[in-house]
């Protein structure tokens, strides 16, 4: 079992950056692939970037390439979203996942995850 705590979400303005971060508690993180999914409002789950057990592989949604960047610090557990250059439509609510597949692709589809957070809320205003 695997114990997700997403934080850091907010309310900035169009262009600006946040970081999320997702703590996680459990089994040892560092078997686990993770991935940031998102929820705009009204719609379903969506991948946005996902990184290898060791850091060494990332994988972006085109609609965030070149804006967010992924990392994870396996000595804290945990796992980052730093989210510049922010748009409106990347309103939503983020949640991180882990994936118990200690390789270096990453998968996109939601039910390829084990464990997942509760989320928390970015909101982006014009």
């Known amino acids: 079992q695997v114990q997700l705590v997403e934080s850091g979400g907010g309310l900035v303005q169009a262009g600006g950056s946040l970081r999320v971060s997702c703590a996680a508690s459990?089994?040892?993180?560092?078997?686990?692939?993770m991935g940031w999914f998102r929820r705009p409002p009204g719609k379903g789950r969506e991948f946005v970037a996902g990184?290898?057990?060791?850091?060494?592989?990332?994988y972006y949604a085109d609609s965030v390439k070149g804006r967010f960047t992924i990392s994870r610090d396996n000595a804290k557990n945990t796992v980052y979203l730093q989210m510049n250059s922010l748009k409106p439509e990347d309103t939503a609510v983020y949640l991180c996942?882990?994936?118990?597949?200690?390789?270096?692709?990453?998968?996109?589809?939601?039910?390829?995850?084990?464990?997942w957070g509760q989320g928390t809320q970015v909101t982006v205003s014009s």
């Open positions: 459990g089994r040892t993180f560092n078997n686990y692939n």
């Open positions: 990184i290898s057990w060791s850091g060494s592989t990332t």
């Open positions: 996942a882990a994936d118990y597949f200690k390789g270096e692709a990453i998968r996109t589809f939601a039910s390829s995850y084990d464990y």
